[in-house]
């Protein structure tokens, strides 16, 4: 029987718990949000010496991160040859490059903390389910190559289930993202760090930046950051320029060896995409996460979108396999399909509209956090900047694939 909305992750994992805030406080930064960006930039800021104070409005790791499928790839949500149209070739380059640094930055930090979380190296799959989706394939393979970024595409190679084609990235990653967060809090308290949870900040404001919470108290800081993940202040910076979506998620358990263990997604719109974990589903049998038919928020088509994600799996692998448990979470799109991140008013910082790439986003916007605050280069910093203006090519590029996304999902399950 399927656990209705709980995640693997949150069932798996007791996250400690903090006190409210009871007094003023100062600080050199505040940030508000206790998910993964929250807590990486708490890692960044702290190593370096900085005085940081996290404020969380509910509990930490609640929010997307505790739903998330924690895939750690630089294969953003937007396809490269979009991407290309887009920003063109140097720019397209490096926005991949940036992922593959976070990747590389999130397995340091694993790596320097000694962290069980079971991280590991894998290749990303883009699978085809047919010939047109193949195509995109051949596409995606093709602008890849036009800036010297490599990925091998094959029509035979055996992953225990049918398909068109792969396209296989090398060196992505995979973890368990609470073992991971939940092993650095005790390392954040120990550089100073001080958490609070249950203390929703409901302001940010003065000539200082001063973080107002709801509870009456107030934690003055040089800079603030707001890692909320929907921005609570909604800043005209970002006014329009995102948009939130719903994802459907079940855990199945699978036959040990069946399947390539890695990560997957396929080439639809809606996307389908899925984990293979060896060893972790139930008596030492396979995990397989499987998100997907996402839609705009305001559609109320879940019980639907469910089932037609059950039935998905089951055309995909040629079986039912048992349903563990089910959930849901909200996933924030730009409107340009580039995160929002960095300085939106002078010292107060923002990361959102992470789409589906949320692990390593967050990693670069503790990155760019770090090097504003500390005054040093950053690569990344004009890239994204939350206040650009989106060009209309991008937004007739990203309009249309969402319109797309809306009637083939949404839609099309809704007449189920
Ligand atoms: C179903 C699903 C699958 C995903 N799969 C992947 C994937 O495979 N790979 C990947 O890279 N990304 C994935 N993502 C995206 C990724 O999980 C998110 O982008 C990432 O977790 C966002 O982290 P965050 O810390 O910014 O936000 P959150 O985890 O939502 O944390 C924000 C926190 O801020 C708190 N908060 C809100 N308002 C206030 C306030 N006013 N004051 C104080 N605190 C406040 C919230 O309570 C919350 O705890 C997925 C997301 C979903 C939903």
Redesign the pocket.
Known sequence: MATKNTSTWLADVTVPSYPKLTKNLSADVVI????????LNAYMLAKAGIKVVL???????????????????SSIDTDTPDLIDMFGKAEAKKILESHEDAINLIEKIIKQEKIDCEYMRCSNFAYANDRKEYKALEEEQAALKSIDMGAALSKSAEFGFGHAGVLTTKKQAKYH?LKFLTALLPKLEAMGVEIYEK????DIDGEDTVAVTANGHTVTGEWSIT????P?NNPKEVFLKKGMYV???IELEVPKGKYVEG?YEDQENPYH?F?VDAGKGAKGKDRIIM?GEDHRKEVPVHKKSFKALEEYAEELFGKAYPVIRS??????EPSDGLALIGEYDPHRIL??A?????????AISAQISHDLILGKKNPYIEIYRPDRMPTMIQLWRKGRDYGEEFFRGAVANLFK
């Open positions: 508000a949000g206790g998910g993964i960006t929250g807590l404020l969380e409005k509910d509990r930490l790791l609640n929010g997307a991160t505790g739903s998330t499928t924690a895939f750690i790839t993202p203390t929703e900040v409901t890692a909320t993940y929907h609570f994802s459907h998620m990560t995409y984990r998100g959930w849901t979470g909200y996933v924030e990361a959102t992470f789409s589906g790439t949320g692990m390593t986003y967050a």
